[in-house]
């Protein structure tokens, strides 16, 4: 995350400034409310330096992204290298691989032991949506594409995204990330249990069947003319932390689950643009 680290003349941090980026506004607003910055202010090169920050829960990729960014400034003002464990997981983390590890088998073998897709749906939406906010989202990927992925800060994140693009090469699974990883689809699916005889009329679906893609063309549209796409913030993903949601996307995750009442997933089907640019990825494969 590119920052300012000021230091008075005898080396101690005064304050931290983050530039602009392209971290989820929400995880970042979050470390910031809860000390991120703050913790490094009265705090000498040299204690900086050898300060093991930890990363606040909730918003756990941007705290330690903030962390990581900070400690190699000082490094490089010392005119040394951060040294630091590259595959560091948190207890988190680590459940959370566990899930996905979960995901993969339960994708292999749901056919002939149709309760595991139910287990796993229950597992997603619980450990890696509420418990460790865990997801891949359209502003991510954007992130990626335009800074890359430290496996230092990120580790979950570099294997959701092997998961997402490399089971379907590998395992022949279209869609693999949308149908067993992500939360959200899998709250929406859970909800859709509730009821029967879902449908919706062909005239509407005749529309609809498209609108993901325009969505998403529309959105990369509005990138490349310079028009502000803040609408990305409002990815329903980020409400399982809802303490730091704002009431847009609380009110269009609510909305997605009245409507999976009455029909399949339909965020995933109908709007998710980081869906429709996985399917892109599919098809190049």
């Given at each position: 995350?590119?920052?300012?680290v000021?230091?008075?003349?005898k ?6 400034t ?19 910055l703050?913790?490094?202010?009265g ?18 990729m ?8 900070i ?15 590259a ?6 983390e ?22 595991l ?11 890696l ?7 891949i ?20 994140g ?90 847009a ?22 709007a ?6 996985l ?7």
């Amino acid at each position: 995350i590119p920052m300012f680290v000021f230091l008075d003349p005898k080396e101690t941090i005064q304050k931290v400034t983050i530039l602009p980026n392209s971290e989820d506004k929400e995880f970042l607003d979050s470390a910031l409310e809860k000390g991120v910055l703050t913790q490094w202010e009265g705090l000498t090169v040299e204690d900086a330096l050898a300060l093991k920050p930890d990363a606040v829960t909730g918003a756990t990729m941007s705290s330690k992204a903030i962390n990581t960014s900070i400690l190699r400034s000082l490094s490089a003002f010392r005119g040394g290298e951060v040294k630091q464990n590259a595959f560091h997981l948190s207890y988190k983390e680590v459940l959370a691989a566990l899930v996905l590890a979960f995901g993969v088998v339960a994708s292999i073998y749901s056919k002939k032991k149709p309760k595991l897709r139910s287990i796993l749906l229950v597992v997603n939406m619980l450990v890696l949506g509420f418990w460790c906010g865990k997801f891949i989202s359209f502003s991510t990927l954007l992130g990626y594409m335009s800074n890359g992925v430290s496996l230092q800060t990120n580790l979950l994140g570099v294997i959701l995204l092997i998961l997402a693009i490399g089971i379907p090469l590998v395992l022949n699974k279209k869609a693999y990330y949308c149908t067993w990883v992500c939360p959200f689809g899998a709250a929406q699916e859970l909800v859709g249990k509730l009821t029967k005889g879902k449908s919706i009329p062909h005239w509407l679906m005749a529309v609809l069947k498209h609108s993901r893609k325009c969505i998403t063309v529309g959105l990369f549209a509005a990138m490349w003319l310079g028009v502000s796409t803040s609408i990305v913030g409002y990815e329903p993903f980020s409400a399982f932390l809802f303490r730091h949601a704002s009431t847009a996307v609380l009110v269009v995750a609510g909305l997605s689950l009245i409507i999976s009442l009455f029909t399949p997933r339909p965020w995933c089907r109908f709007a998710c643009p980081t869906g429709e640019m996985l399917k892109w990825v599919d098809k190049l494969n």
